[in-house]
């Protein structure tokens, strides 16, 4: 079992900056891929962001590209998503997930999932 505990969100002006983490229970962290996904109310989870369990691999949805990185701390057992440049379009739940093995950037190859973080920007 793993669980996932995301942080970090919060209300921020559009153009400003948010890092949100993902911090994993377990010993085997470094075994997964983990993803971030977002949610705004009436519409399905979208994919935003994944890395690969070693770090050397991501990849990212359109609408975020060249604003958004994802990193991992294997040692901390923590997946990270800075966010630069938001705008309205970027306020949703964030989740973060975990799936062994390779990267997948679709919502139903992921195994576990966080409870969400709230990111809202402001114009």
């Known amino acids: 079992q793993v669980w996932l505990v995301e942080s970090g969100g919060g209300l921020v002006q559009a153009g400003g900056s948010l890092r949100l983490s993902c911090a994993s229970t377990?010993?085997?962290?470094?075994?997964?891929?983990m993803g971030w996904f977002r949610q705004v109310p009436g519409k399905e989870r979208e994919f935003v962001a994944a890395?690969?369990?070693?770090?050397?691999?991501?990849y990212y949805a359109d609408a975020v590209k060249g604003r958004f990185t994802i990193s991992r701390d294997n040692t901390e057992n923590t997946v990270y998503l800075q966010m630069n440049s938001v705008n309205a379009q970027d306020t949703a739940v964030y989740y973060c997930?975990?799936?062994?093995?390779?990267?997948?950037?679709?919502?139903?190859?992921?195994?576990?999932w966080g409870q969400g973080t709230q990111v809202t920007v402001s114009s």
């Open positions: 890395i690969k369990w070693s770090g050397d691999r991501t």
């Open positions: 997930a975990a799936r062994l093995g390779a990267l997948e950037i679709t919502m139903a190859e992921y195994e576990y």
């Open positions: 377990g010993r085997t962290f470094s075994s997964y891929s």
